[in-house]
């Protein structure tokens, strides 16, 4: 256990000692291009199989009030799981 300790505090010395890297502009890049990244993968998730375009609509959960943005089906409701509280509700068309 003391050996394991004393690993863990060398470790955590290593770190604190090494020099940061990354700049508040390298930060602002990445997450610039993450940010990019996932409005394309979402632009491409707004498309159903067949090519059509789907409505994205915001969303309250109503048990933990999250706003979700989720696929409006065209006609009818279709059933969505909260990411957050993973509890199903139903999102209708209309």
Do not use: W, Y
């Not at 632009?43 to 309250?60: F, P, Q, Y």
């Amino acid at each position: 256990c003391m050996a394991e300790v004393s690993q863990r505090l060398n470790n955590a010395r290593e770190a604190a000692n090494r020099p940061i890297v990354h700049s508040h502009e390298d930060l602002a890049k990445k997450l610039k291009d993450a940010m990019d990244i996932n409005k394309k993968s979402s632009s491409a998730l707004s498309r159903s199989t067949d090519g059509s375009s789907r409505r994205m609509r915001e969303v309250a959960c109503p048990t933990c009030t999250v706003h979700l943005q989720v696929q409006v089906p065209t006609s009818g409701s279709e059933t969505i799981e909260c990411g957050v509280c993973q509890q199903p509700f139903l999102v209708s068309a209309r």
